[in-house]
């Protein structure tokens, strides 16, 4: 596999796996790739034979396109045994005979996406749970234009997966194939960047006089952001560094309560920005100086606006069903073609190819740039926005709360929050399919007191959007990837939004 030369780095993969996965057909899990990958708890349906099974679809897929001369690019994050799960995929591609390129160590999800279009391979399989909990781990593929998956690429390697059940997986032993040099090690830190370079000066970055913490939630975007930023005036402080699988408790998801941690110690102290990012650190999260939570609607707007006002951009944007409606208002002011997709970056990141967007987001904080790479990226999206406000402080906008004031001002009031509602794994499938049907029975008729003027059915089939007359709106979702219902609202106010989140908890629960 063609691409430059890297150091060889622990963690070291398992040597051998078994040649055959043992069981009958009837006995195997059932692999649905969600909204992001499948995803599911290690020890029950996460095992490595499932794993196996995924990795034998994907070789499949590029042996029967022709192209695993190209090979496939292998990441992992920092989730319990995440380097074995991958060790143990790894093998099964090895026994097809395509060349791999493994990563020395936990690195962002991205880096695969990054990986993927530098070597130009066939794909790339990334084990990670993403922002899922502790007990997940999981499963993505990437396409050789570094985006997710699309939709038809996942159909087909599910449908190979249901067909290989009980089936023999091919294997080759690691180390016998790094020994014939089918295994490339890589770390993709310096190359990175340097790719950041062209459209990004992390010189005028570091020059900054501001103090920054950073918190990447113990996951593998951890020492990223001040590496990237060392050696200049600006102080980076990151908490939460070390390798911890339980993630200290909490969801490695960049949002309230899981990073109140570092929330507080912004209004504690004496910082002008927190950066923060999710598990595999394809996701952005940030608070201002107060350690006030800047909502991932607000994130979408802030960073749409500085594309536009700041870089000169025009070209259109790409946004998720579930993401902030500034966006159509900012698009409508700037002459900007705003473009709507269902929840996941496997459709964000194939109409962003489609159209030449400079930008797709969703609500879950994942932001992918046309001129950077058509898939999330958490640390692209917290420089970019750290770019932004020290712009706005060069325009007298300063304290960084000031900035997001002038958002508002032009953009119009954004006040958002996302509920989830739980429910065990064993009743989720029934309940999802009985809410289907009965949610537009019992559709509101108003969302704080403004009437309901229209109900749109998701084209995914998977929930409803009720739109208000004042431009407020409630969401309600079926995850893809957790037993969870989520309800997410934008309105015109912190009141509106707990008025709507009420009732929207209201009729996911029946009462």
Same mark, same amino acid.
């Given at each position: 596999?063609?691409?430059?030369q ?7 993969p ?7 996965d043992p069981?009958?057909?009837?006995d195997?899990?059932?692999i ?5 990958g499948?995803?599911a708890?290690?020890?029950d ?7 196996r099974r995924?990795?034998?679809a ?10 695993q001369a190209?090979g496939?690019v ?10 074995h ?30 990986e993927?279009?530098?070597?130009k ?5 990334v084990?990670?749970?993403?922002h899922?909990?502790?007990t ?5 593929v990437?396409?050789p234009t ?12 599910e ?6 059940a ?6 080759r032993?690691?180390a ?10 890589y770390?993709?830190?310096?190359? =990175?960047?340097?790719? #950041?370079?062209?459209?990004? !000066?992390? *010189?005028r970055l570091? $020059? +900054? ?6 918190d ?13 930023l060392?050696g200049?005036r ?7 560094s070390?390798?911890?699988p339980?993630?200290g ?7 309230p ?13 004496? =910082?002008?920005?927190? #950066?923060?990012?999710?598990? !595999?650190? *394809?996701r952005a999260g $940030? +608070?201002d100086?107060?350690?006030?939570f800047?909502?991932?609607l ?5 960073l749409?606006y500085y ?5 000169g ?13 500034m966006?159509?208002r900012l698009?409508?002011?700037y002459g900007?073609?705003?473009y709507?997709?269902p929840?996941?970056f ?7 190819i489609?159209?030449g ?9 994942g932001?992918g740039f046309?001129?950077?790479?058509p ?6 999206a917290?420089l970019?926005l750290l770019?932004?406000?020290?712009r ?7 304290p960084?709360s000031?900035a997001i004031a002038h ?14 509602v739980?429910f ?6 029934a309940l999802?399919?009985r809410?289907?049907?009965e ?18 059915t ?8 009720f739109f208000?007359d ?11 990837t ?5 309800v997410?609202?934008?309105a ?6 707990d008025s709507n ?11």
């Amino acid at each position: 596999m063609s691409g430059r030369q890297i150091a060889v780095g622990s963690p070291q993969p398992s040597k051998a796996t078994p040649a055959a996965d043992p069981g009958l057909a009837s006995d195997f899990t059932r692999i649905v790739f969600g909204t992001d990958g499948w995803r599911a708890r290690v020890g029950d349906d996460y095992t490595f034979r499932n794993v196996r099974r995924c990795a034998q679809a994907v070789a499949e897929y590029v042996v029967d396109r022709g192209e695993q001369a190209r090979g496939i690019v292998f990441a992992y994050d920092r989730r319990f045994a995440s380097e074995h799960f991958a060790a143990a995929a790894a093998e099964v591609v090895l026994g097809h005979g395509i060349p791999v390129a493994f990563a020395a160590q936990a690195l962002p999800t991205q880096m695969a996406s990054f990986e993927v279009v530098q070597r130009k391979a066939a794909a790339a399989i990334v084990i990670t749970a993403s922002h899922n909990p502790w007990t997940d781990n999981g499963f993505k593929v990437k396409s050789p234009t570094g985006a997710a998956a699309g939709p038809e690429m996942l159909a087909d390697i599910e449908k190979r997966i249901a067909a290989g059940a009980g089936k023999e997986t091919a294997h080759r032993p690691f180390a016998d194939a790094e020994a014939a040099g089918l295994v490339e090690r890589y770390d993709s830190f310096d190359a =990175y960047r340097e790719f #950041l370079r062209p459209n990004l !000066d992390l *010189d005028r970055l570091r $020059a +900054a006089d501001v103090d920054l913490l950073v918190d990447p939630l113990f996951g593998s975007g951890s020492t990223w952001l001040p590496r990237l930023l060392a050696g200049g005036r600006i102080r980076v402080r990151e908490i939460h560094s070390e390798r911890n699988p339980y993630f200290g408790g909490v969801n490695p998801e960049p949002i309230p309560p899981n990073v109140d941690d570092a929330l507080a110690m912004i209004a504690g102290g004496h =910082y002008d920005l927190g #950066l923060l990012l999710d598990g !595999d650190a *394809d996701r952005a999260g $940030a +608070a201002d100086e107060r350690g006030t939570f800047i909502t991932t609607l607000q994130m979408y707007a802030l960073l749409m606006y500085y594309l536009i006002e700041h870089r000169g951009l025009r070209a259109p944007v790409v946004k998720t069903v579930n993401e902030t409606s500034m966006a159509e208002r900012l698009g409508e002011r700037y002459g900007v073609a705003v473009y709507e997709v269902p929840v996941g970056f496997k459709y964000v990141g194939p109409k962003m190819i489609e159209t030449g967007a400079m930008m797709g987001g969703e609500e879950s904080g994942g932001f992918g740039f046309g001129m950077h790479l058509p898939e999330r990226d958490g640390i692209f999206a917290d420089l970019l926005l750290l770019d932004l406000f020290l712009r706005e402080k060069e325009a007298g906008r300063w304290p960084v709360s000031k900035a997001i004031a002038h958002l508002h001002e032009i953009a119009g009031p954004s006040s958002y929050r996302r509920l989830d509602v739980h429910f065990d794994r064993t009743v989720y499938p029934a309940l999802m399919a009985r809410l289907l049907i009965e949610l537009p029975q019992k559709a509101p008729t108003a969302l704080a007191g403004s009437p309901v003027v229209r109900t749109q059915t998701l084209s995914t089939n998977d929930g409803f959007k009720f739109f208000a007359d004042d431009g407020s709106w409630l969401l309600v979702r079926f995850s893809g990837t957790e037993p969870l219902v989520r309800v997410y609202t934008e309105a015109v106010s912190a009141a509106a939004v707990d008025s709507n989140l009420a009732a929207g908890e209201a009729i996911v629960r029946g009462s």
